[in-house]
């Protein structure tokens, strides 16, 4: 079964069954998340046969293939190319870029893997209109990140440049909505920088529900307004990307699965010769990252900087940082042609862009000092530095955004349960008490491996939107002393119907029912590539 129109049938399934309860009133949301085009790309040969028939040797590759140089400012944005380089026919370095015949059909690959995501877009839009409900419903088109292909010899999507940061978004309002139809509908191009921040807070204005609590010190903007006037909404005009880096990269990928027989991450085999070179931190406790690479996007400019990261603080440490990079959008009429977008040429430190580059390292500045960690988290992690019965010999770490309002997925479809996992001391004893374990009692005892890394599976439970839950995570390290405890409030069950996203790269695809809203509003929510791992911070 491909993983994309496996997604699509079960999201048919989902809103045939809600079509045909007559007693259904309430509005529906459905999350469709496609695998493509997330490695590995997922179709039937015949799309690329019939859809591309000149084949991989007409396709053209990147103009600026070659790895950055080691002493430019963009060497931090290359990264050792662990994804791709789980596949055996892939050999990639810094200094030995992919054949460009391998190239030719890699990026066949990935165009066939978007036209068939293409095609199963187009059997849900025209469901909804067969169910004559597509003037009711808001439509979103967006994914969670773009993709490198062999643009400064870099693979995946892991950098602070347009190949990986730059997303589509396309957002239609409801067509029936008399707030867009009588103005004549939205405008057709926002032209001001917006980030998938502002999605949710958008997202929730359309289907007509009051705003998010000003207490969930939300960064999103909402852009429903913006949509018809064309005004500025965000308070800064510009979005904002983060990337981590580290050094250690069985660390950062200690969680995959593909592993040697000699227990060597797959994707890490290569530190013989690229060890010099970072990886993004992945699975890497927050408090040891090595670097922390921020950038702004204006109209015009991009601005980037990777600096040393503190540990403690949990901040950038600013007085540290590699030389920074500025690059000129103002000719990139082209939108995705990432070839010709201004990119390649760093202009920081340039006579002629030295004010425009003080003005967006301030911006930086001022968007990263302030979200960087809330002042309450970083008093109690240094209080806990400092205080010997709390402070445990190594910190309690839990991967993925475990915290209050998030939503568990489980996977029905595989038998697959939510999990959640980190690391702490080897041999340390964690408690993780989970109440919606009824049947089986409430609390999880498990004792962290030799490596550091510790894993509990759940319970399966009904997605449901008002049933929460708190989870709170405890131990203690081997000499008896305890870990601060970490606890997450108001946690609910969702449903991930295809799979739980990157850690399998099958598809994901979700469906809530919310609570009945205020108006007949549906939202049909189309994402390319969502990546959902075990826990994943979901505000409702």
């Known amino acids: 079964m491909w993983a994309d129109r496996a997604c699509a049938d079960l999201a048919l399934r989902y809103l045939d069954t809600w079509h045909a309860n007559t007693s259904e009133t309430r509005p529906f949301f459905i999350a469709a998340g496609f695998q493509s085009p997330r490695l590995p790309w997922s179709y039937p040969a015949s799309v690329a046969a019939t859809r591309y028939p000149a084949g991989a040797a007409a396709l053209s590759v990147a103009s600026h293939g070659s790895s950055p140089d080691r002493s430019a400012a963009e060497d931090l944005e290359w990264f050792r190319p662990v994804e791709i380089d789980q596949y055996t026919d892939v050999n990639v370095t810094h200094s030995v870029p992919m054949s460009k015949q391998q190239q030719q059909a890699v990026r066949l690959a990935y165009y066939a893997g978007i036209t068939d995501v293409d095609d199963q877009l187009g059997r849900l839009l025209d469901a909804l209109k067969t169910k004559q409900v597509d003037g009711d419903t808001v439509i979103v088109l967006t994914a969670d990140h773009a993709q490198n292909l062999g643009e400064g010899n870099m693979w995946s999507m892991m950098n602070l440049l347009e190949t990986s940061l730059r997303v589509p978004l396309l957002i239609r309002p409801a067509l029936n909505d008399v707030r867009y139809s009588a103005a004549g509908g939205p405008r057709k191009i926002y032209k001001h920088p917006v980030e998938l921040l502002d999605l949710f807070p958008t997202i929730v204005a359309l289907a007509a529900l009051p705003p998010p609590p000003a207490a ?33 990269c069985t660390l950062s990928y200690w969680g995959d699965k593909q592993a040697l027989p000699n227990g060597e991450i797959l994707g890490c085999r290569k530190d013989a010769e690229d060890r010099a070179f970072l990886v993004p931190c992945a699975h890497t406790p927050r408090a040891q990252f090595d670097y922390m690479g921020m950038s702004v996007r204006t109209q015009d400019w991009r601005y980037s900087s990777f600096c040393e990261w503190d540990g403690v603080s949990l901040s950038a440490n600013w007085s540290a940082c590699a030389k920074p990079e500025l690059y000129n959008h103002t000719a990139d009429t082209a939108l995705y042609d990432v070839d010709n977008n201004g990119e390649p040429l760093n202009l920081a430190g340039q006579s002629g862009t030295k004010k425009v580059q003080r003005q967006l390292h301030a911006l930086l500045r001022q968007r990263f000092d302030e979200s960087s960690l809330h002042q309450e988290e970083r008093q109690r992690l240094l209080k806990l ?21 998030m939503i568990l997925q ?4 595989y038998g697959q349960r939510a999990f959640l ?3 702490a001391e080897p041999d340390a004893t964690l408690t993780i008490i989970a109440p919606m374990r009824e049947d089986k009692g409430s609390d999880i005892v498990t004792v962290v491996d030799e490596q550091g890394y510790w894993k509990v599976t759940l319970e399966p439970q009904q997605a449901h939107m008002t049933n929460t839950y ?13 870990y ?3 606890t997450a409030h108001d946690v609910r069950y969702g449903d991930v119907i295809i799979c739980s996203g990157q850690s399998n790269m099958v598809c994901t695809t979700a469906i809530l029912l919310c609570p009945a809203l205020p108006v007949s509003a549906y939202i049909l929510m189309l994402c390319l590539c969502v990546c959902i791992g075990s826990a994943r911070r979901v505000r409702c």
Not at 224 to 246: E, H, N, W, Y
Not at 410 to 413: A, L
Request: aromatic share 6%; proline share 6%; with cysteine.
């Open 484 to 486: 601060a405890p970490r």
């Open 421 to 423: 996992s980190g690391t």
């Open 385 to 405: 530095k400092h205080d010997d019965q709390a402070q445990a010999e190594a910190p309690l770490f839990v991967s993925g955004p475990f915290g209050d309002r």
């Open 410 to 413: 489980s996977n029905h479809y």
């Open 216 to 248: 969930w010190a939300l960064q999103g903007t909402d852009l429903s307004k913006a949509m018809v006037s064309g005004a500025k909404a965000k308070p800064l005009d510009a979005a904002f990307g983060q990337i981590t880096r580290c050094l250690n």
């Open 470 to 482: 708190n989870i709170t995570i405890k131990g203690t390290t081997p000499k008896g002393k305890l």
